[in-house]
């Protein structure tokens, strides 16, 4: 539970209580989001793609990964103010054991000297040491005493992560992807750059859910649990509303049967027990992977809507804030392409 | 997400996203619903019985399956109007994979030619095609342009599922069901057609619990999560009723060890967050299995009623309606036979 | 469902429904609590220890065996008085059955003859017969009719589980938990008899949360489902602000990885959905384990505090009681000492 003058661009954590996840939190996680991306929850169908078993929802291993770092590096932050180069790089099955460690990449006192932002890389490796999920973060963190600033280091925040250097498994067989198991038919080739998809499903978060998923996660920041802070009331973790939103999106977007990157996004306003999502998904682009023809790449901005149906949101511009929207995410998925 | 006119009688739909249960939904439908019978919950009583594993709860499965069925059939449904010849054909054990189809029966546009009823016959197989569950349901499916009716048809909708046809496992030794584990000394024998069983147990619906539970099911349907409806607040998906009175009655029918058939049913008045609901069965008839002595049918009415206490609810007629009934099912239940 | 007239001492009550714990209910317990304490959750820390597989959370054992007697001791009790001499004697792994039993060990009818206080010593054993878990408590329950009193027999109840009868598995090497993986460095020489411990985190109790939680536990008492009782409210049963307290004393207690025995405590004020717990722990002796040099025992005093800001509680004496404690536990967990 650190503060900013305890971090030092270097410094390495390896935090704590590693999780072995397992069938039952595949289940909660399907209970408290709604995620219905059938390679995670048949067996036979993962077992076509080439996978041993079901893999676990791309968004659990997330954020019970990014759980794992809250208390040493953002127990007490103000902000999480962003995401970069967020790359799933092998899948996570149960049994798997993830641990996690962090090492700062930059650091930037503010102006007023009571807090700074911290850079943060972090990396999540199952029990045989494979690295399963890396990403960069950087959240706003408070000095907990006066002191002397450190030397600013802003580290390069890459824009994206290249479609040729993400880590697709060689074992995959995109195409034994069954259109009847995931229910669409829209493959790589359909979507076309600057579609914009409303999902139909909205959802009412409840201080239940999302308190129950963040434990899931186990993730203990205490904005989420005690409405004791500058709200007045609790936060809703912005990794329960990618979830709710990944789960919202699987009408539309049915056949997007993995994530491979995060290139960057911010929770645009928070969310609050009570408020009702809804998801909008706007293509970005359609790139192609190299050395593959079953499988591309679909670029996508997922925007997180709260109370606001819709049909009444207007087109929102990459960078622009809408009050309606509370997570805007730049990121891609595997989806197979048409023979 | 069909429309009344996208139905034509003979159209046959292989239901997206089969799933495979595990134990960890088995826990999620406990905690959910607070189910107790313990064939379901302990695997030595479950394998003294024949099984080879706790049998997953029979509307854990129940629930799964219809869920399967939702966005084809009634997503954008304004009723689920019945149930006829519901069929619990073979346990289904954590590891097994559910896929559903149905099949279009029936056809009936409304007078006011923005609606019809659509009747369709479903059924789900696990991973070696073997039926675990047949089911007929009717709904009532907007129209969602103006055309031509299509020609009616009305399927014949038996009225019960004979006990003579009822499937139970060869395997199965229900003397072996020991009394100390169910808590409950009462058997078949001890039963009389006419008796009412008013449950002890009362519980509140809380959103967040059906909420969950639906979403455990993978049911999409909008009229569970938004508010945004003819009701202006979340209906609670009646399947979550009837797992709750299912767990209410366990303490009155702690023998009733498996459910094998629906008759037919009605969820008679909506549930919302916050209702209180209690069980009533009321004992409709006692029946032998052919070749079997050591095992009869129950045939029962559950009567789930909300916020009115059981001690002041009348004597409910067969087809009549009570503003505190929410749920009116005619079903039969497994129980072991005094030797 | 037993009135007091009911006991008699030396009754013994086989009590319903074994339970099979799985993977699945280690997540929902997690899910409803917050659990974090490393041992029960990533299996290589487990194994290093010298475990098969991750033991099952001390209190998610303790909470379901206690639900079992719910239904024959307690299902009435006008209160749950207290607790003395319970043991954890042997670990639980996923995939263990428990069967509960209880013997009445005393009967105390009250003055007004309208209730007697009814003393029992439960056991809770795994599949093989082997004791997991003992423990002795005593509930006010009511009488059902008018009757002679019982002859008062009031058993001893022993203030304390001395250290040196407590069970500590042959196979622990204590040793080998890793502070890396716990997250704290802490170990049993660094605390102090006296020291006070405020653990920083807090936590709403949703009345979804509680139920759901009870309901795995498969406990049915009334009163934590049903308003319609003296409080007019639903009572958060006292098992699940034990799981919840365990739970937030993660930080500050890391390296605390098992529970080995409740001397005594008592549920000092009722807990509602909507209240903010919050823990303290003090520490109330450190002790020797014969024979072991790798692991001592911490005697603690937990306190489960709610609504207040644990910086504004003051030091609450043994047996003194303050509006805003409602779980005064005095306790002992296994901790490794510095070699």
Redesign the interface.
């Known amino acids: ?1 650190n503060f900013f003058e305890d971090f030092a661009v270097g410094r390495v954590f ?7 996840l ?7 996680y ?5 995620a ?1 991306h ?1 390679v995670h ?5 993962a077992k076509a793609l080439g996978h041993r078993a ?1 893999p676990l929802d791309d968004f659990l291993v997330f954020n019970v990964a990014f759980g794992k770092t809250v ?1 040493d590096i953002s ?1 007490n932050a103000i902000a999480n103010l962003g995401y970069a180069d967020v790359r799933f790089t092998a899948p996570v099955y149960a ?1 798997d ?1 993830l ?1 996690c460690e962090s090492s700062v990449i930059g650091l930037k006192q503010n102006s007023n000297g009571r807090s700074g932002v911290v850079y943060v890389k972090s990396v999540a490796r199952n ?1 045989d040491g494979h690295a399963v999920l890396s990403w960069i973060r950087w959240v706003m963190v408070a000095r907990g005493a006066e002191g002397a600033a450190p030397a600013t280091k802003v580290p390069p925040l890459p824009a994206e992560v290249p479609a040729a250097s993400l880590a697709v498994p060689q074992f995959l067989r995109a195409q034994a992807l069954s259109t ?5 038919s829209r493959q790589w080739d359909d979507y076309a750059p600057g579609e914009v998809i409303d999902h ?5 978060v ?4 999302h ?3 963040t ?2 996660y ?1 993730n ?1 920041a ?1 904005v989420h ?4 802070n500058d709200f007045g009331k ?1 936060l809703v973790y912005g990794g329960h509303v990618i979830s709710v939103c990944r789960a919202l999106s ?2 539309g977007l ?1 056949n997007a049967f993995a994530v491979v990157a995060i290139h960057g996004g911010s929770h645009a306003n928070p969310t609050f027990g009570g408020d ?1 999502l809804a998801c909008r998904h706007v293509v970005a682009a359609r790139e192609e992977l190299p050395g593959r023809r079953d499988v591309g790449v679909l670029r996508l901005r997922m925007l997180g809507v709260k109370d606001e ?1 819709l049909a009444r949101l207007p087109a929102v511009a990459p960078g622009e804030k809408h009050p309606a929207v509370v997570l805007d995410l730049d990121y891609s998925v595997l989806i197979p392409r048409r023979q």
């Open positions: 539970m390896r935090h704590a209580t590693p999780r072995t397992t069938t039952g939190d595949a289940a909660a399907i209970a408290l989001t709604g219905r059938v929850c048949a067996e036979p169908v079901c208390p127990y049994g054991t641990a029990q009847e198991a995931t229910g669409g139909p499903g909205r959802m009412v409840e201080e239940a859910d308190m129950a998923a434990r899931l186990q203990p205490r649990f005690d409405a004791n609790r699987h009408d049915e009702t149906p």
